[in-house]
């Protein structure tokens, strides 16, 4: 079954710095990677999506690959700020159903000030 | 705000008991999906609505069921709750989410905290 893994349960950076979070997938190939944020107690947000045919996407200050060679996507977020704490999912969609999601355990980002 | 509504807040309840959460998807969208998550298992897909009809299933257990209603919305019923069914349940929704490589963004209502004691 497809397995996905972040494989940081926390990072923790100076403000100003670049985050760099890592999502690793095995035993599958997925049309398309997403990236989604969550605050405590609150729902996920969307934040990019990278299909397969694509190497990099950009919005604002935020950065994803993906290397399906490698089987991994990469999340960074540049000239980081306090605001930008927050836990962090890559999610791929399942291969067995229409749209559905299978979702990392996420990644807990703090930056300090 | 997504425009995704979701009852009660909170929900404290005793083993053996069933409860129902309820969801309201963002106006226009046919799609509703449930999502359990837990601090050991992160965010598990339970079940997916279309229009009405079930679409597809994940790690849902036997005791719990969900429906969606004609207007939309939807609910998930847990039963025979044990204390490891303590959970945020998440419901989110598309328009569609249909089609296996086309994307549908998934807007995620505020949870539904649910305490088993």
């Known amino acids: 079954s497809q397995k996905i893994e972040q494989n940081s349960e926390a990072l923790n950076i100076q403000e100003g710095k670049t985050a760099t979070l890592t999502c690793n997938y095995t035993n599958y190939s997925p049309a398309y990677l997403q990236w989604y944020r969550q605050d405590p107690g609150r729902g996920p947000v969307f934040l990019l999506l990278i299909r397969e045919n694509e190497k990099e996407k950009r919005k604002e200050r935020l950065k994803v690959t993906f290397d399906t060679t490698l089987k991994q996507s990469l999340f960074h977020i540049t000239a980081s700020q306090p605001a930008d704490s927050a836990t962090y999912l890559c999610a791929l969609e399942s291969g067995g159903s229409q749209g559905n999601l299978i979702f990392g355990k996420g990644t807990k980002l703090s930056v300090k000030p | 705000d997504s425009g995704v509504t979701q009852t009660p807040k909170h929900l404290i309840t005793a083993t053996g008991q069933r409860v129902t959460l309820r969801c309201s998807p963002r106006s226009g969208d046919l799609s509703v999906y449930w999502y359990q998550q837990s601090l050991d298992q992160g965010l598990q897909f339970l079940i997916q609505y279309y229009n009405g009809e079930e679409r597809a299933k994940g790690n849902i257990l036997e005791r719990f069921s969900a429906q969606q209603f004609p207007d939309l919305h939807s609910e998930l019923n847990l039963s025979s709750l044990e204390l490891g069914d303590s959970a945020l349940y998440f419901c989110?929704?598309?328009?569609?989410?249909?089609?296996?490589?086309?994307?549908?963004?998934?807007?995620f209502g505020p949870g539904t905290r649910l305490t088993v004691l």
């Open positions: 989110a929704s598309s328009v569609e989410g249909l089609t296996r490589g086309a994307f549908d963004t998934q807007y």
